[in-house]
């Protein structure tokens, strides 16, 4: 049963630490999105590329936040030096090139920053 | 601004009823949307899709409807039942697939017995 498998689940720490979210996409997927949810915003689009390369991170606070895939297994979102405002879960999304049905997305990391 | 809008926060509706969710929009470029279901402690997953050519489409007890010049669209369950109870997120996109997506503030269903 393929999935989209984040880590860690939960996270809490405080403001100033570095975090690190790790997203293992689905095998044979190129395209791997990331998404903040806050109950104010819903599910905002943080980052996404595709075959590793970043194609739109428009959503992203570029002063603290980045977003890298060191290979097409892993997926990693950084926040440094994080802020109270930053909590909130992160989930991570795969798709095949086409995505013309959907996106998997993975059971999320839910950050609080003290 | 909010482009992707689900007005109501959350609905309840008793076991073999009919449910219904909408969510509107304000951007005519969007032309594919989703609707996703969410569970607690787990990622969205995809439940139905309706391109900006159709204005319905059905899929078992999910149903889809479209209204292009009022920028509306709606979810129908029909019947509902309780393990329908969970988040529903409507989602748009302006390219024609599911990249790219903007997600509504998302509609807490409570299916009764």
């Known amino acids: 049963d393929a999935r989209v498998t984040q880590t860690p689940r939960h996270k809490v720490t405080e403001m100033g630490q570095e975090v690190t979210m790790r997203c293992q996409p689905i095998l044979g997927h190129n395209t791997v999105f990331w998404y903040r949810q806050t109950m104010m915003q819903g599910l905002e689009l943080l980052a996404y590329f595709r075959n590793r390369a970043p194609l739109d991170d428009s959503g992203m606070p570029k002063d603290r936040f980045s977003a890298e895939m060191p290979d097409a297994t892993l997926a990693t979102l950084k926040i440094q030096p994080s802020e109270p405002r930053d909590s909130a879960v992160y989930f991570c999304a795969s798709g095949p090139s086409s995505l013309v049905e959907t996106q998997y997305f993975g059971p999320g990391t839910r950050l609080l920053v003290l | 601004d909010q482009q992707v809008k689900q007005n109501s926060p959350s609905l309840s509706v008793q076991e073999g009823r009919i449910s219904i969710l909408n969510c509107d929009y304000t951007n005519s470029m969007f032309d594919y949307f989703l609707w996703y279901k969410k569970y607690p402690a787990e990622g969205p997953t995809f439940l139905i899709s309706?391109?900006?050519?159709?204005d319905k489409n059905e899929d078992g007890r999910f149903t889809v409807f479209l209204n292009k010049s009022a920028k509306h669209l709606s979810l129908h369950i029909v019947p509902s039942q309780p393990g329908d109870s969970a988040v529903y997120f409507c989602a748009a996109s302006d390219t024609g697939t599911a990249s790219k997506l903007t997600f509504g503030t998302g509609t807490r269903l409570q299916v009764t017995l």
């Open positions: 309706i391109s900006s050519i159709k």
